[in-house]
C-alpha cells in the first residue's frame, strides 16, 4: 500500500490498533498482549505517547520496540527491547495486583453480553470441541486492573454467554464481579472492527458507545449473537489518519500483525 | 472425559518436607555430571518442573533426554508452554499437564498435539493464571502452604481444575481472597548462561520463575552453556541467582536451549520452529512422532541434534 492511499483504506487490523492507541495517553501504563495492543501502544509511543509506559507478562518493564522488530510473544527477549527492567512474570504480574497498572488489554475467542472472555475452551470443558490456548496473563489481567478487551466482531465471538469465563468482566452483571471476590478493576472498553462498547454502569451489559467511520448500527448487531444496550448519544470516531497508518505500517513492515 | 472429582492438594506435610530437604547432601562439592545420568534420576511419577518460559531459556536438551529416556506418568509444570510441550505429551511422558497457555508461540497457533491429548482426554489438563502459577512456586520456595491471591475468582478456572482450591475473607481486612497451594515440583529443570561445577547460577536476560521453582524443588538440574571457574562467581556474587545448596546436577549444554533462545548467546531458531510447525500443520500428532522419531530418537546423541537442526555446538 502506498502512502498517498485514501484513509479509507486500511485493513481490520490497522483499524483496531489505530483505535487502541488513541486510548493510551501519555503518562499512562498499560499490561499489554504482542498483537492489536502492542501495535497501539508502539504506534501511540511515536506520536503523542512518549512516557507511555508498557509491562509484559514476560517481567518486562517500559520496551520501546524498533519498527521491524515486533515480538512473536510476550515472553521472549525481543520485548525486552530498550527496557527499564526485566522482573519475573511472577512480580510483574505481582504489580497489577498491587494496583501500578491503569490499563491492560486482553483478548480471546468468545466475549459475551457482560464482557467475561473465554479463551480456554469452546463447548463444555469437560468435553471441549476446542482446547484453546488459554489464560496466560489474561486473567490475571481482568481480575486486577481496568480492562480493554479487543476482539473481532463476528457474530461467533459475540454470543449471549461464554462456553467458559477465562478472563472475568462483569460475570453475571450488576455488583456480581464485586460479590465474586473481584473488588478492583473491570471493562473498561470492547473494540471491535466496527465500533467501540463500554458498559452500563448499572447493569454492567456492554452498550454501543462509538460507531468507527462508515460503520452502520445495523452492520454491528447484525454481526454478534446478542443484542447490546443502544444508547442515544453514540459517536463515530475520526477514520485513521495517513499519518496513523504511516507510522504504524513502519512499525511492521514484514506485516507480522497487520494483516 | 468424564466430569472429574476434586480433590485437596496433595500438599507435603511440612516436616516431611524439611526432612527431604535435609536428606540433600548441600555442600560445596562437584556436581557435574552427563545429561543421560542427570536425567536418570528422574523417577516415573515424578512432578517436573520447567524452566524460563514459551521458547526463552527452555532446557530443551534436559526435556529432549526426558523424552529419550521414555519417562512416564510424570506431572509437568511450566507456566507457559511452547514446544517442549508437545513433545512431552507425544512421547506419552505426562499424566498431568499444569500451565497458563499452551502452543509453541502464537504466530504459529494452536497446538495440534496439545488439543489431540485434551480433547480426547488423554491427560489430565490444569489451566492456572500465569501468576497463580509463579504464586504457588513462590509459596513452595517459601516454605508456606499457600499464598492469598486476588486472581481466578469469578471465572469458570478453579471448576476445571482437579485440585480443589479454597477461599476465605481477609482475617484483617475481609477481603475475599483465593487461596492458590503451594506447588512443591520432585525435580526442577533450569537452563542457565553460566554455572559453576557446584551449581551456583548466573543468568542473563528475563529471569523467568526459575529462582522459585528451584527453591521450590526437591531437586534441580542444572544445564549451563558454560562452566565457569568458582572465582568467576565469586567475583560477582550478586549475578548468582540459584545457589550450589539448591542444585543436585550440573551439566555443561552448549545450545542446551535450542531451538529456543538463550539471551546473549543466541536468538530464537525461528526457522527450525517453522519446520516442527509444519510437520504437525500437515498431520497433527502423526507428525509429531515423525518429528521426533528423526529428531529426537535417531540423533546418537545431543550435538547430533544440533547438527541435524543445523546448529554448530562449540568446541
Known amino acids: ?259 | 472425559m468424564t466430569a472429574h472429582q476434586q480433590s485437596a492438594p496433595d500438599t507435603p506435610a511440612y516436616l516431611a518436607l524439611r526432612k527431604r530437604l535435609a536428606s540433600r547432601n548441600r555442600g560445596l562439592r562437584d556436581k557435574t555430571t552427563s545429561l543421560s545420568e542427570a536425567i536418570a534420576t528422574i523417577r516415573d511419577g515424578d512432578h517436573v518442573a520447567i524452566g524460563g518460559n514459551t521458547f526463552s531459556r527452555t532446557p530443551f536438551a534436559a526435556v529432549w533426554e526426558i523424552v529419550r529416556q521414555k519417562k512416564k506418568h510424570l506431572t509437568v509444570s511450566r507456566s507457559i508452554t511452547s514446544t517442549e510441550g508437545d513433545f512431552l505429551l507425544a512421547g506419552d511422558c505426562v499424566d498431568k499437564y499444569m500451565t497458563s497457555w499452551f502452543s509453541q508461540g502464537i504466530v504459529w497457533g494452536l497446538s495440534r498435539v496439545m488439543r489431540d491429548y485434551v480433547e480426547n482426554g488423554k491427560v489430565t489438563y490444569e489451566e492456572w493464571s500465569h501468576m497463580s502459577l509463579g504464586m504457588m512456586y513462590r509459596a513452595a520456595a517459601m516454605g508456606i502452604p499457600f499464598m492469598p491471591t486476588r486472581v481466578m475468582m469469578g471465572s469458570t478456572m478453579p471448576d476445571a481444575l482437579v485440585t480443589k482450591l479454597e477461599t476465605m475473607s481477609c482475617p484483617y481486612t475481609g477481603d475475599p481472597l483465593l487461596l492458590l497451594p503451594a506447588l512443591y515440583p520432585n525435580v526442577a529443570l533450569i537452563h542457565v548462561q553460566r554455572a559453576d561445577k557446584f551449581g551456583n547460577a548466573q543468568y542473563d536476560g528475563l529471569p523467568f520463575m526459575d529462582a522459585d521453582i528451584a527453591m521450590a524443588a526437591d531437586r534441580v538440574i542444572l544445564t549451563t552453556e558454560k562452566i565457569i571457574d568458582n572465582d568467576e562467581i565469586r567475583q560477582a556474587p550478586d549475578h548468582t541467582k540459584i545457589p550450589f545448596m539448591a542444585v543436585d546436577a550440573v551439566v555443561e549444554v552448549p545450545y542446551g536451549a535450542a531451538p529456543h533462545e538463550c539471551a546473549g548467546c543466541y536468538d530464537p531458531f525461528y526457522k527450525r520452529m517453522d519446520d516442527y510447525a509444519d510437520f504437525t500443520r500437515r498431520n497433527g500428532l502423526a507428525g509429531a512422532l515423525d518429528y521426533m522419531r528423526e529428531h529426537i530418537f535417531e540423533p546418537r546423541d545431543w550435538n547430533a541434534f544440533l547438527a541435524k537442526i543445523g546448529v554448530e555446538a562449540r568446541g
Open chain 1, 1 to 259: 500500500m502506498g502512502k498517498h492511499q485514501a484513509t479509507d483504506a486500511y485493513t481490520t487490523s490497522e483499524l483496531l490498533s489505530v483505535m487502541c492507541s488513541r486510548v493510551m495517553r501519555d503518562g499512562l501504563i498499560i499490561f499489554a498482549g504482542v498483537g492489536v495492543p502492542l501495535l497501539g501502544a508502539t504506534l501511540a509511543q511515536r506520536l503523542n505517547a512518549p512516557s507511555l509506559t508498557i509491562l509484559f507478562e514476560g517481567g518486562i518493564i517500559g520496551p520501546f520496540i524498533q519498527p521491524g522488530r515486533l515480538p512473536p510473544s510476550t515472553n521472549e527477549m525481543r520485548t525486552a527491547e530498550k527496557a527499564n527492567m526485566l522482573l519475573s512474570p511472577t512480580d510483574v504480574l505481582a504489580l497489577l495486583q498491587r494496583g501500578y497498572v491503569d490499563i491492560g488489554f486482553i483478548g480471546g475467542a468468545q466475549i459475551d453480553q457482560y464482557g467475561n472472555v473465554n479463551s480456554s475452551y469452546l463447548g463444555d470443558h469437560r468435553q471441549p470441541s476446542t482446547r484453546l490456548p488459554g489464560s496466560g496473563g489474561g486473567n490475571d489481567i481482568a481480575s486486577l486492573a481496568e480492562t480493554i478487551v479487543i476482539m473481532p466482531h463476528e457474530k461467533k465471538r459475540f454470543v449471549e454467554t461464554v462456553d467458559f469465563i477465562t478472563s472475568p468482566g462483569y460475570v453475571a452483571g450488576g455488583q456480581s464481579r464485586a460479590k465474586c471476590g473481584l473488588i478492583a478493576g473491570g471493562v473498561l472498553k470492547v473494540i471491535t472492527n466496527l465500533c467501540v462498547f463500554d458498559c452500563h454502569p448499572q447493569t454492567r451489559r456492554l452498550s454501543v458507545s462509538a460507531l468507527h467511520p462508515g460503520v452502520k448500527i445495523d452492520a454491528v448487531l447484525d454481526n454478534m449473537g446478542f443484542r447490546p444496550d443502544i444508547p442515544d448519544n453514540i459517536v463515530v470516531s475520526e477514520p485513521p489518519s495517513l499519518e496513523e497508518l504511516s507510522i504504524l505500517r513502519g512499525i511492521d513492515p514484514t506485516r507480522m500483525y497487520l494483516k
